[in-house]
């Protein structure tokens, strides 16, 4: 079983960043592939950005230039890096562990807003 805790949503103004940070508990962290995700009011949930466990990455179109994932293992924590933020990136943002062996979690979510 691995808990996955967001943090770091917020308000941010349009072309402004924000860091969100996810905690897994676990010892095996470093084998998880990670990602995150994102949903917007009235729209399924897409992927944003994955970074495996040997740190390949991988980002949606929308964001490619503006986000960066990354993980850090000792402190079981992937990260990601947000800049020129602006309304479309408006959503709550999910972050998400999967591992063949014990199959894919979920955390909570945290909001991001972007507003003037």
């Known amino acids: 079983q691995v808990q996955l805790v967001e943090s770091g949503g917020g308000l941010v103004q349009p072309g402004g960043s924000l860091r969100l940070s996810c905690a897994a508990s676990?010892?095996?962290?470093?084998?998880?592939?990670m990602g995150w995700y994102r949903q917007a009011p009235g729209k399924q949930r897409e992927l944003v950005a994955t970074?495996?466990?040997?740190?390949?990455?991988n980002y949606a179109d929308s964001v490619k230039g503006r986000f960066t994932i990354s993980r850090d293992n000792a402190l079981n924590t992937v990260y990601l890096q947000m800049n020129s933020l602006n309304s479309e990136d408006t959503a709550v943002y999910y972050c998400?562990?999967?591992?063949?062996?014990?199959?894919?979690?979920w955390g909570q979510g945290t909001q991001v807003t972007v507003s003037s």
């Open positions: 676990g010892s095996i962290f470093s084998r998880y592939a």
């Open positions: 970074i495996t466990s040997d740190r390949s990455t």
């Open positions: 998400n562990a999967y591992y063949i062996r014990t199959g894919q979690y």
